[in-house]
């Protein structure tokens, strides 16, 4: 196993990868597990990305949803969005894929250690918090209280079911799920994912907080969280931009001062706060 | 033991509520239990109450002929639901069924409207405190209106 940063080819060749399993989240959104071709994969911290290659196709980004404590099974839900993405919702077991990174900076899970984790994740943004849901879980006693606020589009749009029912029933974490519309069979809550933010426990002033959703959810919520009373220094955010290079060359995911590739895609909020809303950044 | 008066007391929508008003609004006050799937008001009926939910899940429900009942918003732990009983015609624009067993206290808002009417200072401070909460709720619906989660065709990082 290669370290986190490590990428034994360069930064700009992919590396084979086979699906090894395939599973389908919701009507658009499927999970690829990957295994390594060449060489016994590499590490990566939550919140990092890859560049995934369909051969012949087209490259995407997309961010690891699996557990870093299992580097050698590369795991990424993927929303079918587009030409590449559609592309990789024909894949099947056995199909190769081109896989460089990792790349980005990762959540702060060091920073996080012995404060209260809020995680707040709007609609496929669920699958880059997947990751720090797994480190904490694999060393819950680091950390303090652990809030999982998950809105999204309608029932049948939630993602990781199964795992958000295994954590729901935790008694050590509290996950609260919100849909923004629902037939009236839903018995959960119907809401944008703020409204949850007022229902929870936690100490504001020892807590860190990691949103990663569409950007309007994450102003609105990132307001929420500071008339609670949550510093800016204490708020990440994942942002999203077209990344293509990876490596901060190509400027193609230029924000502001930043490439999202290179600088991000976590942010501390107040570096990037005078730059979210503006217009054509 | 908790009393009307001590739960609205330390409820963030009455904190700080002189006591004499306090005592007005605990006098208009009752604890009420909703069963799973009871209706507790439906769209268009006269609105005289709301309600201050205790534990449990209230979902407003709209109908269209096109799509049926939909669930437009749940009220849950510790939020307030109704303030069609201070605008007029007073008539609900939802209805209002408990998705789960649902403790909260009922308030007569019509008896406190009157005393609205008589003291506007008491008007004042409730009115206050609604248009907080009619605040948050158009913020919710802005969002929820813009359909956030809707896919976006360009390839993006997901």
Same mark, same amino acid.
């Given at each position: 196993?290669?370290?986190?940063?490590?990428?034994s080819?360069?930064?700009?060749?992919p590396?084979?990868?086979?699906?090894?399993?395939?599973?389908?989240?919701?009507?658009d959104?499927f999970?690829?597990?990957?295994?390594p071709?060449?060489?016994d994969?590499f590490?990566?911290?939550?919140?990092?990305?890859?560049?995934l290659?369909v051969?012949? !196709?087209?490259e995407?980004?997309?961010?690891i949803?699996g557990?870093?404590?299992n580097?050698?099974k590369?795991?990424?839900?993927?929303?079918?969005?587009g030409?590449?993405t559609?592309?990789?919702?024909?894949?099947?077991k056995?199909?190769?894929?081109?896989?460089?990174g990792?790349?980005?900076?990762?959540?702060?899970?060091?920073?996080?250690?012995?404060?209260?984790v809020v995680l707040?994740?709007?609609g496929i943004?669920?699958?880059p918090?997947?990751?720090?849901?797994y480190?904490?879980?694999a060393?819950r006693?680091?950390?303090?209280?652990?809030v999982?606020?998950y809105?999204t589009?309608?029932?049948?749009?939630?993602?990781?079911r199964d795992e958000?029912?295994e954590w729901?029933?935790?008694?050590?974490?509290e996950v609260?799920?919100?849909v923004d519309r629902? $037939?009236?069979?839903?018995r $959960?809550?119907?809401g944008v994912?703020?409204?949850?933010l007022?229902?929870?426990?936690f100490d504001p002033?020892n807590?860190?907080a990691?949103?990663?959703g569409?950007?309007?959810m994450?102003?609105f919520m990132i307001?929420d969280? !500071?008339?609670?009373?949550v510093l800016a220094?204490?708020?990440?955010?994942?942002?999203?931009?077209?990344?293509?290079?990876?490596? $901060?060359?190509?400027?193609h995911?230029?924000? $502001?001062?930043?490439?999202v590739?290179k600088?991000g895609?976590?942010?501390?909020?107040?570096?990037v706060?005078?730059?979210?809303g503006?217009?054509?950044? | 033991?908790?009393t009307?008066?001590?739960?609205?007391?330390?409820?963030?929508f009455?904190?700080?509520?002189?006591?004499?008003?306090?005592a007005?609004?605990?006098?208009? @006050?009752?604890?009420?239990?909703?069963k799973e799937g009871?209706?507790?008001?439906?769209?268009g009926?006269e @609105?005289n109450?709301?309600?201050?939910?205790?534990?449990?899940?209230i979902a407003l429900?709209?109908?269209?002929p096109?799509?049926g009942a939909?669930?437009?918003?749940? *009220?849950g732990?510790g939020?307030i639901?109704?303030w069609?009983w201070?605008?007029p015609p007073?008539?609900?624009h939802y209805?209002a069924?408990?998705v789960e067993?649902?403790?909260a206290?009922?308030?007569?808002g019509?008896?406190?409207?009157g005393?609205?009417?008589?003291?506007?200072?008491l008007?004042?401070?409730?009115l206050?405190r609604? @248009?907080h909460?009619?605040?948050?709720?158009?913020? @919710?619906?802005q969002?929820?209106?813009?359909? *956030?989660?809707?896919?976006?065709?360009?390839e993006?990082k997901?």
């Amino acid at each position: 196993m290669t370290g986190p940063c490590a990428l034994s080819h360069g930064p700009m060749h992919p590396s084979r990868y086979e699906v090894s399993r395939i599973q389908r989240e919701t009507n658009d959104v499927f999970t690829l597990e990957l295994e390594p071709v060449d060489g016994d994969g590499f590490s990566f911290g939550p919140g990092q990305f890859t560049m995934l290659y369909v051969f012949g !196709m087209g490259e995407a980004p997309i961010s690891i949803s699996g557990d870093p404590a299992n580097g050698a099974k590369l795991v990424h839900t993927i929303r079918s969005v587009g030409t590449v993405t559609g592309a990789m919702d024909k894949l099947k077991k056995g199909d190769i894929l081109g896989v460089r990174g990792p790349f980005g900076t990762p959540w702060p899970m060091e920073e996080a250690a012995g404060r209260d984790v809020v995680l707040a994740a709007g609609g496929i943004g669920l699958a880059p918090l997947r990751p720090v849901l797994y480190q904490i879980m694999a060393d819950r006693q680091r950390f303090g209280k652990v809030v999982l606020l998950y809105g999204t589009r309608t029932p049948e749009d939630i993602l990781f079911r199964d795992e958000l029912e295994e954590w729901r029933g935790r008694m050590d974490m509290e996950v609260e799920v919100t849909v923004d519309r629902a $037939g009236v069979d839903w018995r $959960g809550n119907v809401g944008v994912v703020t409204t949850l933010l007022p229902r929870t426990v936690f100490d504001p002033v020892n807590t860190i907080a990691m949103l990663c959703g569409p950007e309007v959810m994450m102003r609105f919520m990132i307001a929420d969280l !500071m008339k609670r009373g949550v510093l800016a220094e204490a708020i990440y955010l994942s942002m999203e931009r077209n990344m293509k290079c990876g490596i $901060g060359m190509c400027g193609h995911c230029q924000f $502001g001062p930043y490439f999202v590739c290179k600088d991000g895609p976590v942010f501390r909020y107040d570096k990037v706060r005078w730059l979210l809303g503006v217009r054509e950044i | 033991m908790e009393t009307l008066e001590s739960i609205l007391k330390d409820h963030p929508f009455f904190r700080g509520l002189e006591p004499h008003y306090l005592a007005l609004v605990v006098g208009c @006050a009752a604890n009420v239990v909703f069963k799973e799937g009871q209706v507790l008001f439906r769209e268009g009926e006269e @609105a005289n109450l709301f309600y201050v939910v205790r534990h449990g899940r209230i979902a407003l429900e709209l109908t269209s002929p096109e799509r049926g009942a939909l669930t437009v918003q749940t *009220v849950g732990d510790g939020e307030i639901l109704g303030w069609s009983w201070l605008i007029p015609p007073y008539h609900w624009h939802y209805t209002a069924r408990a998705v789960e067993e649902t403790r909260a206290i009922t308030l007569d808002g019509k008896c406190l409207r009157g005393k609205c009417e008589e003291d506007h200072h008491l008007g004042y401070e409730l009115l206050k405190r609604f @248009a907080h909460i009619m605040e948050e709720r158009l913020k @919710a619906t802005q969002v929820q209106l813009l359909d *956030v989660y809707c896919p976006h065709p360009p390839e993006k990082k997901v």
